[in-house]
């Protein structure tokens, strides 16, 4: 049973490499060979279209020399030129090349569950090859999960056309994949900023926040093991198939909390502090479907507490009322994602507060749109205005059907 994983452009490949530094000292996992190939490798493709990012990051970890694709000139944070590519200059081989390295790593797979894919939603790389790159293997690939795990630009001080990717990019992962892992560089900095009280913070430090989050939910627990003890490596199909199974309401964010010293009740109520609760008017937001992994049970006591957590996280979450097991628990013995003696608990959440981010983005692009606003950059590298009216079009349709179901 195994994932294959694609980190795409800076951001993927700079997260994809702080997971995989967490990933390779989980012993579990690389005996269950579910995401380490039998030979060490990682069931991983890197791609970006340009190198300097990717002969970083590939240096010290054991990714498959032709696992690693790059083309020569990066896509200037342009969802177009992302999408449609550069046809004019010859280096347009992107998209086949990288197909070609994930049908080898697919082919090293005794059984394959599902394709991963890591990406930012305003690089132009990130999101447009990303996106393209979705429409494309969901069509080689129908009957396999996959999913996005995607990082949402800053609210301010990025690019103009941060609105436009970002929309552009979440309707056709809409469109394509089974379940989008949503993550606010806002939302992480804020956290860190918090935890270790300092102002300034780095991108590594919030990557390393960002894949502890990742392997919270997609390592190995004992919850899920089989009879004989042994890891499928399903985590992270299993919560596609428990949180995310609907096809219109797909997005899932996660939050984690870790300390050596805490109780369970504790580092829940730490977490839940952390999370957005209510719109702007004072309206709680309300959970579809939660996740919540406790890492680091060394007692093996944790069921013991599950019936209390379970009571307080439905309320900090808000859980709908027509889903009559709307938490699920697993747990596990180790911590891998944390330091020694650590424990942690990540929740994953498919949570009506994603509405908000989506309404700015689409309103934000709408209004830019209507005035014209840098759509010479889209159509100058092949994008129309039907790539434009069909975005808004879903992500218009994902909002109401989220506000249906917390109704
Ligand atoms: N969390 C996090 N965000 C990053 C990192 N690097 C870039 N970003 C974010 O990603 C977005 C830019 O996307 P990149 O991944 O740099 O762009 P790209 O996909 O390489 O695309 P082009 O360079 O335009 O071809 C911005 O929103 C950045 O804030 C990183 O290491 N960590
Ligand atoms: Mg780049």
Request: net charge positive; charged share 20%.
């Amino acid at each position: 049973m195994s994932t294959v994983f694609i980190q795409i452009g800076q951001c993927g490949n700079q997260i994809g490499h702080a997971f995989w530094r967490k990933v390779v000292k989980d012993d579990e996992i690389t005996k269950s060979h579910s995401f380490i190939h039998t030979d060490g490798k990682l069931r991983a493709v890197v791609v970006d279209s340009e190198p300097k990012v990717v002969r970083k990051i590939t240096k010290n970890l054991p990714f498959r020399e032709e696992s690693i694709v790059t083309g020569k000139r990066g896509r200037g944070t342009n969802w177009a030129l992302g999408y449609y590519g550069l046809k004019r200059s010859g280096d347009d081989h992107l998209l086949e090349d990288t197909l070609e390295a994930v049908r080898k790593e697919v082919e090293r797979c005794d059984c394959l569950n599902g394709i991963v894919l890591l990406h930012s939603l305003s690089g132009g790389t990130g999101s447009g090859f990303g996106s393209r790159l979705t429409e494309t293997l969901r069509n080689i690939y129908p009957i396999h999960y996959l999913m996005s795990c995607v990082f949402a630009p800053h609210a301010s001080g990025e690019s103009p056309l941060q609105h436009y990717n970002s929309m552009l990019s979440l309707s056709t992962l809409q469109r394509n994949v089974d379940c989008i892992v949503i993550t606010h560089n806002d939302d992480v900095l804020n956290r860190v900023q918090r935890r270790k009280a300092q102002e300034n913070v780095s991108f590594a430090q919030l990557n390393d926040t960002i894949a502890s989050h990742l392997c919270g939910i997609f390592l190995p627990t004992d919850s899920l093991k089989t009879k004989s003890a042994y890891s499928l490596g399903m985590e992270p199909w299993e919560m596609v198939r428990t949180i995310s199974p609907m096809p219109n309401l797909k997005f899932v964010q996660v939050a984690q909390y870790m300390n050596s010293k805490m109780s369970w009740s504790d580092l829940l109520s730490k977490l839940s502090a952390t999370w957005r609760k209510y719109d702007s008017c004072g309206k709680p937001y309300n959970s579809i479907g939660t996740i919540c992994v406790a890492r680091g049970d060394t007692t093996n006591s944790f069921p013991l507490h599950m019936s209390t957590l379970e009571t307080k996280l439905s309320q900090s979450f808000h859980c709908v009322d027509w889903n009559p097991f709307p938490i699920d628990f697993w747990h596990a013995k180790s911590n891998t994602c944390g330091s020694r003696n650590s424990a942690s608990l990540t929740v994953a959440t498919n949570c009506s507060s994603v509405v908000q981010y989506l309404n700015t983005v689409l309103e934000r692009s709408k209004v830019m749109y209507n005035a014209g606003a840098y759509l010479h950059w889209y159509w100058r590298h092949g994008a129309n205005k039907v790539d434009f009216e069909q975005s808004f079009e879903t992500l218009e349709n994902v909002i109401t059907d989220y506000k249906a179901a917390v109704k």
